[in-house]
């Protein structure tokens, strides 16, 4: 069997880029600022504040949200130590920020955009967040910002027409109950995996933070803005396949490896992993709403996200093609985008324990 793309976003700074089309997410970033500083206030133990702090953002892509998120970070972590010690001394803490992604990701884009007045180190560490990419007690703080969806491969039997799992539609629509199994199955056991690594290389009593789009307990994904724009990539695809610009069994055999889960199955896969306690789980109300509701901007910015992974299977012109006809669709599906139901945005805060 073929294995999974690794997912990657579109890189460098250009007209497609993730870097230029990814403001949606830094809103969350932007949004949930106070709420990260008031889980590191209360929850971050001081004893681990010490002359060498470290910071390590998983999924971090090519820029710019990751300097948000690890700022957020060190600016609350300064903000404490000044606090509660009644020092200035937060200057003397020499801060350090690794930050990982597939080997694929464009680093390079990533070291170019750091930010001129930055008071840390940085590190890039390539390798898939499902395993190990670090050693024991490497960093105090990690961050996992949209990228807490991903599964390591699509579950066996989704992309097999022979299969009684096989799945016409390109991602997890939560309308068929043992496609939606096969998929949390596949998410439960890789966020397993990603939880027992990162306990590894955390320092004990260090946090994690995860931000990222759910679905609150009961909604299904094709019923939310997102889960119809995936149905709108699938019937595009569709749509080239009858006008014989691909193959129809390619787009049979064509899945997405991830999957949005309800906020009551992430609080089970976590508590069953056992390494970690929730600090909080906070629904956030994203500023932007659901989406930037305007066909057009919801089109370049899916194509940010899902272009490269699609571009991997279809190659370059039939995404352009793809996502042409998505921006048609989307324009013409609008009003039930903007009547979906609401998705969940989140801020989990664990502890290890
Ligand atoms: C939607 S982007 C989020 C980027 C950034 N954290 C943000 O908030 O804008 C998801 C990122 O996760 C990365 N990713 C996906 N699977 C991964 C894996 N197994 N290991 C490391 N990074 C992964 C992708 O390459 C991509 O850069």
Known sequence: ???????????????????????????????????????????????????????????????PNTFVAVQN???AVEDKYRKETGQNRAENIEFQVLFNDSTTNDFNTLFQALPPGRRYYSAGVPGSFFGRV????????????????????????ITDRDSPLWNRDVHCTGFNEAVKKAYLDQYSADTKNLLDARAE??????????????????????????????????????????????????????????????????????????????EAFEDIIHPNGEFPLDPKI????????????LSAYFGVDTTRKVFELVEVKAREEFSRIQNAKPGMQYLIVLRKN
């Open 1 to 63: 069997m073929a294995t999974t793309p690794q997912w990657i976003m579109i890189g460098g700074d250009g007209p497609e880029s993730y870097n230029q089309h990814s403001s949606y997410q830094r809103a969350l970033l932007e949004t949930s600022k106070e709420k990260m500083n008031g889980a590191i206030s209360a929850k971050l133990s001081l004893d681990l504040i010490s002359d060498r702090f470290c910071v390590a953002d998983f999924g971090c892509a090519s820029g």
């Open 73 to 75: 970070i060190i600016d």
């Open 134 to 157: 670090l050693p024991k007690h490497s960093f105090h703080i990690g961050v996992i910002s949209y990228a807490f969806h991903f599964t390591s491969k699509i579950p066996k039997g």
């Open 201 to 278: 290389e955390l320092f004990h009593g260090g946090l994690m933070l995860l931000l990222g789009s759910g679905l609150r307990n009961g909604v299904k994904m094709s019923e939310t803005a997102k889960g119809i724009m995936m149905d709108l990539i699938g019937a595009s695809l569709n749509d080239l396949a009858q006008q014989g610009v691909i193959d129809q069994d390619k787009v049979d055999s064509f899945s997405t490896p991830l999957y949005i889960a309800e906020e009551g199955e992430l609080r089970q896969i976590i508590k069953e992993n056992g390494k970690f306690t929730i």
């Open 298 to 309: 919801l089109a370049v910015s899916f194509r940010a996200s899902y272009g490269a992974f």
